[in-house]
T-cell receptor, first 115, second 109 residues
Framework: DAGVIQSPRHEVTEMGQEVTLRCKPISGHNSLFWYRQTMMRGLELLIYFNNNVPIDDSGMPEDRFSAKMPNASFSTLKIQPSEPRDSAVYFC?????????????FGSGTQLSVL | QKEVEQNSGPLSVPEGAIASLNCTYSDRGSQSFFWYRQYSGKSPELIMSIYSNGDKEDGRFTAQLNKASQYVSLLIRDSQPSDSATYLCAVKENTPLVFGKGTRLSVIA
């Protein structure tokens, strides 16, 4: 199994631009999570999906952030417009059971830098 | 607001020593507890899980849980330089995992 695949690995953009992060979960996994990691705040949950349905997006910091999961094998996290404070590592993770089982399988992350 | 607290470190131990990593959590209803290891520039990976009070051993790793004190710890015996990483404590009730900010461990050869 290829594991959770995220793209791009690195993204450098200018303030005000739209950023789209992509994730392909492990086949057969029912839950998908988007986390953001910074030194100051650690690993924070932004949103999670069960069976492609968004369950809890209370961690999404602002309306500038949106996430979709159009099918079981693909999800996107979009930031529009981006701001320097959005600079962080964004991780996608999947797990094989709905509700969030204990074992999360993380992708390699996207390092986002907003200038 | 559920909180998971860890000492950020760095915790430095000599090779071969026991490393002790600690974590406290605020939600008394939490049922499941996990330790993830994250190497610099990499993603977190699960190394231990524990669900009931007491100790759970897996190779050189021992997880300890005390629900009354809302405290969970990870012991690493015979520490190796390859154990140098950030260790994230994670707690789960009926919601997805809540992570601590992690403790950076440095094992000195």
């Amino acid at each position: 199994d290829a594991g959770v695949i995220q793209s791009p690995r690195h993204e450098v953009t200018e303030m005000g631009q739209e950023v789209t992060l992509r994730c392909k979960p492990i086949s057969g996994h029912n839950s998908l999570f988007w986390y953001r990691q910074t030194m100051m705040r650690g690993l924070e949950l932004l949103i999670y999906f069960n069976n492609n349905v968004p369950i809890d997006d209370s961690g999404m910091p602002e309306d500038r952030f949106s996430a979709k999961m159009p099918n079981a094998s693909f999800s996107t996290l979009k930031i529009q417009p981006s701001e320097p404070r959005d600079s962080a590592v964004y991780f996608c993770a999947s797990s094989p059971r709905t509700g969030g089982t204990e074992k999360l399988f993380f992708g390699s992350g996207t390092q986002l830098s907003v200038l | 607001q559920k909180e998971v607290e860890q000492n950020s470190g760095p915790l430095s131990v000599p090779e071969g020593a026991i490393a002790s990593l600690n974590c406290t959590y605020s939600d008394r209803g939490s049922q499941s507890f996990f330790w993830y290891r994250q190497y610099s520039g990499k993603s977190p990976e699960l190394i231990m899980s524990i669900y009931s009070n007491g100790d759970k051993e897996d190779g050189r790793f021992t997880a300890q849980l005390n629900k009354a004190s809302q405290y969970v710890s990870l012991l690493i015996r015979d520490s190796q330089p390859s154990d140098s990483a950030t260790y994230l404590c994670a707690v789960k009730e009926n919601t997805p995992l809540v992570f601590g900010k992690g403790t950076r461990l440095s094992v000195i050869a």
